[in-house]
């Protein structure tokens, strides 16, 4: 599986940005996925993830301000962003995981660039 992020740039503190990520094959069963953040010199966290059922699960740092959601039918995945803070700077990553009896297997986009000026 590819996954191809995009979305992301350059925006002022209180903005908005939407990001995507498109997989190179059909999402309607797999039941995790993910965005993660990096920041230079930090770990990688978990900013929200939606289940195939659509139940979602934030980072506590989000608070409301981001939605995630995903389009089947689009093999899509979107993280929409409000309220964007500057120490919501990071490299943002998609992430699709995937379970066989023995083992989970995770698959990342390249990421893309989100960048908050104060």
């Known amino acids: 599986v590819q996954l191809q992020a995009s979305g992301g740039g350059l925006v002022q503190a209180g903005g908005s940005l939407r990001l995507s990520c498109v997989a190179s094959e059909s999402i309607s069963s797999i039941n995790y996925m993910g965005w993660y953040r990096q920041a230079p010199g930090k770990q990688r966290e978990l900013v929200a993830a939606?289940?195939?059922?659509?139940?979602?699960n934030y980072g506590d740092f989000v608070k409301g301000r981001f939605t995630i959601s995903r389009d089947n039918a689009k093999n899509t995945v979107y993280l929409q962003m409000n309220s964007l803070k500057p120490e919501d700077t990071a490299v943002y990553y998609c992430?699709?995981?995937?379970?066989?009896?023995?083992?989970?297997?995770?698959?990342w986009g390249q990421g893309t660039q989100v960048t908050v000026s104060s």
């Open positions: 939606i289940s195939s059922t659509e139940t979602t």
């Open positions: 992430n699709l995981r995937t379970y066989t009896p023995y083992a989970r297997n995770d698959y």
